[in-house]
């Protein structure tokens, strides 16, 4: 969360472990309080490598969101 905190203000951080193909999927969701910070921290944090592992970011669908619908 810190890391996000560089782009504007976190409103929630949501980490859902999915099963997906027979191994475990973690997904990072981080919600900001505007849609300028999150575009930020997507442009910045996509394709960067974090624990040995290229982060793939994106924004998601704000009503799979609050359905808490991760699987997406």
């Known amino acids: 969360m810190q890391e996000c905190n560089k782009f504007g ?3 929630k951080v949501i980490i859902a472990t999915l099963e997906e193909g027979g191994s475990k999927l973690v ?3 981080v919600q900001f309080n505007d849609q300028t910070s999150a575009m930020k921290a997507v442009n910045s944090l ?3 490598w ?3 592992k290229v982060v793939q970011a994106q924004t998601y ?4 969101f609050v359905r ?3 699987a997406a």
Do not use: L, N, W
Request: hydrophobic share 25%.
């Open 9 to 11: 203000t976190v409103a």
């Open 68 to 70: 808490q619908d991760y």
């Open 46 to 48: 996509h394709k960067r």
């Open 27 to 29: 997904k990072i969701f």
């Open 50 to 52: 974090f624990g040995g």
């Open 61 to 64: 669908d704000e009503d799979r």
